[in-house]
């Protein structure tokens, strides 16, 4: 009976966050369809700055990693998790704001603001986790991802639908809409609680010795999981980010590009219904290895022309690339840490992760306007083979342990 119950509210846990993650989550697609787009027309003469608001976006992720994880352990799950809703509420006024008085670095502060909200929605995914046992935690990790299916649709629907309500001011309708949907979601997470078991989990773990970070971040599994979700991850943000500029640039609308990034973002979401099953039958190992494989495959339909198919094919491979190997590469990392440990290793793991993430969005644009479409895809290349690597070393190690025993 204990069991059943503990079983029931996991996925309770892992449905009200994948419905937050499908409202909040929202802000981000609309923040990377047209982010770049805003900065080009905001800019002068140079260009080059176009993908810093995208930048300050993921920025806002990194540098709010940390104190998202120290604010929801402090205030709990569901009131850090409203206190995110609301950053996002007040950023997407300031977004509006710096749009409706022309002002770049305005408009790039309300994105970093976006960001440092998302920061706390990154915390989603280790939540459903936490709350989990061994046999559902993959598959409420996917769960949650899978939120991102509707966000996918919504994001760049919202894009389209409200791109001139603020007319002459293009796209400020989309980035008020922000403000609605950051208000939704905090009445959805205002729904959650931790399950009674949670709390004498959480006794018992502070009751154990937590290890120092560096002994858990030179764990191999730890190293690589963390490498892999990096390299997943900041080749999504890179390509990602230059495409809306390489469409247009190519004569494409605002509409086509949002479309494309539409799909891209449910080829990011829409496999989770089942990765978590992939991974249990096959190995983490296995899948990261695939989701690198398909962002290989993102870079050669890129490289291969520019029409509009080249450019949305690309987009959903990259999508299902980062679902397979940022997903596998979260469970690996998911499995390396104690519960007493989870607040500073989640916190380390998405500083990491989304500095990283932040550097590739601003290097994007820089690559872009000195390299064109070509030059952030050939990147693709060295970054997955370095990953591959890893993970074949990996596992020569694990196949060598048992017989080292012997």
Not at 101 to 122: D, K, P, R, T
Not at 164 to 186: C, E, N, R, W, Y
Not at 371 to 383: A, R
Request: include cysteine.
């Amino acid at each position: 009976m204990t069991v059943a119950v503990t079983r029931q509210e996991a996925r309770r846990t892992a449905f009200i966050l994948a419905a937050a993650q499908a409202i909040i989550g929202s802000a981000p697609p609309i923040c990377i369809s047209v982010g770049a787009l805003v900065g080009y027309q905001l800019l002068d003469a140079d260009k080059s700055l176009a993908t810093a608001p995208v930048t300050g976006f993921n920025l806002g992720v990194a540098l709010g990693a940390i104190p998202a994880a120290m604010i929801i352990r402090s205030l709990g799950q569901r009131n850090g998790f409203v206190t995110g809703a609301g950053i996002v509420g007040v950023a997407g006024l300031v977004a509006t704001f710096g749009m409706l008085h022309s002002s770049f670095w305005i408009f790039a502060l309300g994105m970093a603001l976006v960001g440092l909200g998302n920061s706390f929605s990154q915390q989603y995914r280790f939540a459903a986790a936490d709350n989990a046992d061994s046999t559902f935690k993959a598959k409420a990790i996917s769960w949650v991802m899978a939120g991102g299916v509707v966000n996918g649709i919504l994001g760049p629907q919202i894009v389209i639908l409200t791109d001139d309500l603020m007319d002459p001011i293009k796209f400020a309708g989309s980035f008020a809409t922000i403000v609605v949907l950051a208000g939704i979601g905090a009445v959805i997470l205002s729904f959650l609680r931790l399950k009674p078991k949670t709390e004498a989990v959480e006794a018992v773990a502070s009751s154990q010795p937590a290890r120092p970070l560096v002994e858990i971040i030179r764990q191999p599994q730890f190293a690589v999981g963390l490498l892999c979700a990096v390299g997943s991850y900041t080749l999504m943000s890179f390509v990602m980010t230059g495409a809306p500029l390489a469409m247009v640039g190519c004569g494409f609308s605002t509409d086509e590009a949002a479309l494309g990034i539409s799909w891209h973002v449910l080829a990011m979401f829409g496999p989770s219904f089942f990765t978590g099953l992939l991974i249990a039958r096959f190995g983490k190992e296995t899948i990261i290895a695939v989701g690198l494989l398909l962002l290989i495959g993102c870079a050669g339909f890129a490289l291969a022309g520019i029409e509009l198919w080249n450019f949305w094919t690309a987009l959903i491979l990259l999508g299902l690339g980062w679902n397979f190997g940022f997903i596998g590469a979260t469970t690996m990392v998911a499995g390396s840490y104690h519960l007493s440990e989870k607040s500073k290793v989640q916190g380390f793991h998405d500083f990491v992760l989304f500095g990283s993430v932040a550097f590739a969005s601003l290097m994007s644009g820089i690559v872009f306007n000195s390299g064109g479409w070509e030059s952030l895809n050939i990147v693709v290349f060295p970054v997955t083979g370095v990953c591959l690597l890893a993970l074949v070393l990996l596992r020569v190690a694990a196949m060598r342990r048992p017989a080292t025993a012997d």
